[in-house]
């Protein structure tokens, strides 16, 4: 079946460094890839989107390109901040069953 | 332009009783889907909901129900609860055709329910 493959975290980095969440899938056809982010104590909040392959999804600095020949769908940011502190979703739609299949999550601990 | 509301926010019932979690979607939404989160099983599919209908159903045991009304709102039911029911339940919405065809879902803040 589907499914998507995160990087473990949790991450930490220094405020202004580069991030990269790695991001993989395995899926029939082709679904759409989003990262979600979830704050503490919220639900999820869509970060990005990409409908197909070589899209770039990107909102708030952070980009994310569909890459079919490697199956990949990494998440990356140029500088973060503190405020970005928070665990990382990466999901595909699994069309013709209604629902997003997600990776386990990855935190991310920015330090100031 | 209101976003998803989830009721109550936070439960605590004891093992043996039932729980009734409620959702409202974003108006004009049609699909409600439902989530169970815990830190050792991630984010794990519960069921969606369009026009009233379930059209898929994720892997969980019978004690866990769930229906739509005419006005989009949802709600999922847990009976004979077990401490291992114990999660954040996620409520999330999508425009008309679900997330099969692209679109993104919106989720709630969710109910966070502990079973003692």
């Known amino acids: 079946g589907n499914s998507v493959t995160q990087m473990e975290g949790p991450v930490t980095l220094s405020e202004e460094a580069f991030l990269t969440i790695n991001c993989t899938y395995t899926?029939?056809?082709?679904?759409?890839l989003f990262w979600y982010v979830q704050y503490p104590g919220e639900g999820l909040q869509l970060l990005l989107k990409a409908t197909k392959a070589d899209d770039k999804g990107s909102n708030k600095g952070f980009e994310a390109t569909y890459r079919k020949e490697t199956t990949s769908f990494h998440l990356e940011k140029g500088s973060v901040q503190v405020s970005d502190s928070a665990v990382y979703f990466c999901?595909?739609?699994?069309?013709?069953?209604?629902?997003?299949?997600f990776g386990t999550g990855t935190r991310l601990k920015v330090l100031a | 332009k209101a976003g998803v509301t989830q009721t109550p926010r936070y439960l605590i019932k004891t093992r043996g009783q039932q729980v009734t979690l409620s959702c409202s979607p974003i108006s004009g939404h049609r699909s409600v889907s439902w989530y169970q989160q815990t830190p050792g099983q991630g984010l794990q599919f519960l069921f969606e909901y369009f026009s009233e209908t379930q059209r898929n159903k994720g892997n969980f045991p019978g004690r866990f129900s769930g229906r739509q009304f005419s006005n989009s709102r949802s709600e999922m039911n847990v009976s004979t609860l077990e401490l291992g029911d114990s999660a954040l339940y996620l409520c999330a919405s999508s425009l008309e055709s679900g997330p099969s065809l692209n679109t993104e879902a919106f989720f709630g803040q969710g109910t966070r329910l502990t079973v003692v």
């Open positions: 999901a595909l739609s699994d069309k013709g069953t209604y629902k997003y299949i």
């Open positions: 899926a029939t056809g082709y679904p759409s």
